[in-house]
T-cell receptor, first 118, second 115 residues
Framework: EAQVTQNPRYLITVTGKKLTVTCSQN?????MSWYRQDPGLGLRQIYY???????DKGDVPEGYKVSRKEKRNFPLILESPSPNQTSLYFC?????????????????FGNGTRLTVT | AQKITQTQPGMFVQEKEAVTLDCTYD???????LFWYKQPSSGEMIFLIY??????QNATEGRYSLNFQKARKSANLVISASQLGDSAMYFC????????????FGTGTSLTVIP
């Protein structure tokens, strides 16, 4: 089954304790991305990756790190979590698009990780 | 800058009635795609429907259709014959040539279907 798998689903941690949220996709997608969802703000992009070893900042990258050593995996790292990073996080992947190509490939989402930082 | 606007924070609809969820977008690109996602209370994001900027016909997927008005830059989602299971958050999103593979999302509309 084609899917994006992220773990854990729920995570409660304390301020300053490093954590990693894993994300893996089995659709051979080049493009992967992380979003956070907060009430009234929709989904905001944290980081994205166009391919292996290629990552770039989204709209809200502060306090987060990512790596893309393999095509299928795109972990999100919080080196020193703070309470304002309490949120619902989504990993997503998609086929890449380019000039002259229809932009019809949707984002495929993982099931989300609900993070609470106390 | 790309922008998606959903002006209805919350909507109510009677079961079996149709409902329209509004979405307007702002882009100067000619090539772009518009997407709608459903997020039930369980939290997952479900892709519903897609409309391309060059598509001449409005997209339809079962009970979902997209009312695409390019000149007005609107891409409203129409749900026909609402069911209780349609109660969820709905997000409009866009991807365009200048943003490459970036998706931009609106703030969402919470739909409640009343029995």
């Amino acid at each position: 089954e084609a899917q994006v798998t992220q773990n854990p689903r729920y995570l409660i941690t304390v301020t300053g304790k490093k954590l990693t949220v894993t994300c893996s996709q089995n659709m051979n997608h080049e493009y992967m991305s992380w979003y956070r969802q907060d009430p009234g703000l929709g989904l905001r992009q944290i980081y994205y990756s166009m391919n292996v070893e290629v990552t770039d900042k989204g709209d809200v990258p502060e306090g987060y790190k990512v790596s893309r050593k393999e095509k299928r995996n795109f972990p999100l790292i919080l080196e020193s979590p703070s309470p304002n990073q309490t949120s619902l996080y989504f990993c997503a992947s998609s086929s890449p698009q380019g000039p002259g190509i229809s932009y019809n490939s949707p984002l495929h989402f993982g099931n989300g990780t609900r993070l609470t930082v106390t | 800058a790309q922008k998606i606007t959903q002006t209805q924070p919350g909507m109510f609809v009677q079961e079996k009635e149709a409902v329209t969820l509004d979405c307007t977008y702002d882009t100067s690109d000619q090539s772009y795609g518009l997407f709608w996602y459903k997020q039930p209370s369980s939290g997952e994001m479900i892709f519903l429907i897609y409309q391309g900027s060059y598509d001449e016909q409005n997209a339809t997927e079962g009970r979902y259709s997209l009312n695409f008005q390019k000149a007005r830059k609107s891409a409203n989602l129409v749900i026909s014959a609402s069911q209780l299971g349609d109660s969820a958050m709905y997000f409009c999103a866009m991807r365009s040539s200048s943003t490459g593979n970036q998706f931009y999302f609106g703030t969402g509309t919470s739909l409640t279907v009343i029995p």
